[in-house]
């Protein structure tokens, strides 16, 4: 009745695991994540919005306001100059997005001066911020059982 039990583990091959892992960080292709990245923010574009709040750079399924003229192009796509303008800088711990026509913050904040709604296109879904998370892990675990 008052036997001792016990349970010991071994964590040793775990830890070679996260070691392995650990080693990869520097090796991860932020390029391939962060063009990702810029794929979700035009694609903002082509479905006129995927936000939650103005000023959330965290996205959703809010679409813009709509225009109050009648103009045949899309939203914020008359020369494509906006959309096509976002890129990337790679740093060593992943990427920066980057929109910096001089306009790009009144059309993503909005503009009370101009009556300019905020038309948020620096935005990421959280299931493709999931996939991006997935991609970066791929990359730390590739080739590990």
């Known amino acids: 009745m008052g036997?001792?039990?016990?349970?010991?583990?071994?964590?040793?091959?775990?830890?070679?695991?996260?070691?392995?892992?650990?080693?990869?960080?520097?090796?991860?292709?932020?390029?391939?994540?962060?063009?990702?990245?810029?794929?979700?923010?035009?694609?903002?574009?082509?479905?006129?919005?995927?936000?939650?709040?103005?000023?959330?750079?965290?996205?959703?399924?809010?679409k813009w306001q709509p225009r109050k003229d009648d103009l045949p192009h899309p939203i914020l796509n008359l020369s494509g100059a906006l959309r096509n303008g976002v890129y990337m800088q790679l740093n060593t711990n992943g990427f920066t997005l980057i929109s910096d026509k001089p306009y790009s913050a009144a059309q993503n904040y909005g503009f009370a001066g101009r009556n300019l709604p905020a038309r948020p296109f620096m935005t990421i879904p959280p299931e493709e911020i999931q996939e991006m998370a997935e991609e970066v892990a791929r990359q730390l675990t590739k080739g590990m059982r």
Do not use: C, H
Request: charged residues 30%; positive net charge; hydrophobic residues 30%.
């Open 3 to 62: 036997a001792k039990m016990t349970i010991q583990l071994d964590l040793s091959g775990a830890l070679k695991k996260i070691d392995k892992i650990v080693k990869r960080v520097d090796k991860i292709d932020w390029d391939e994540v962060g063009q990702m990245g810029l794929q979700s923010i035009k694609r903002n574009f082509d479905n006129q919005g995927r936000y939650n709040q103005p000023g959330e750079e965290v996205g959703g399924s809010t």
